[in-house]
Nanobody, 129 residues
Framework: QLQLVESGGGLVQPGGSLRLSCAAS????????IGWFRQAPGKDREGVSC????????NYADSVKGRFTISRDNAKNTVYLQMNSLKPEDTAIYYC??????????????????????WGQGTQVTVSS
């Protein structure tokens, strides 16, 4: 059973950067599409970024395009979300999720929550001065 553990959240000032990590165990991330989602208080969970199982396709929500970058380290079986130029509206709990396993698992846009069967516990990101 695939298990995901996020880390790297915290408090950062507007304009600052954070890198979130999603470490996997019990499976190889190369067989899963990986999504990063976030949920702010009182709002629905939204897809932020998605990487296909091959790593060849990455998608982003319009609100983070050009500021966030998803990447994967196969040797560490870990996916990252580099977040730059953070804004107060980026404040949320961030979750990584996996869809698969499959030889080729694609993403639909920045990710649809119901497509993903494995979830981490989430990490809080707060952007405030």
């Amino acid at each position: 059973q695939l298990q995901l553990v996020e880390s790297g959240g915290g408090l950062v000032q507007p304009g600052g950067s954070l890198r979130l990590s999603c470490a996997a165990s019990g499976g190889t991330l190369g067989y899963y599409a990986i999504g990063w989602f976030r949920q702010a208080p009182g709002k629905d969970r939204e897809g932020v970024s998605c990487m296909s199982s091959s790593g060849g396709t990455t998608n982003y929500a319009d609100s983070v395009k050009g500021r966030f970058t998803i990447s994967r380290d196969n040797a560490k079986n870990t996916v990252y979300l580099q977040m730059n130029s953070l804004k107060p509206e980026d404040t949320a709990i961030y979750y990584c999720a996996a869809a698969g396993p499959s030889l080729l698992r694609l993403c639909v846009g920045p990710g649809r929550a119901h497509d993903f069967g494995f979830w981490g516990q989430g990490t809080q990101v707060t952007v405030s001065s």
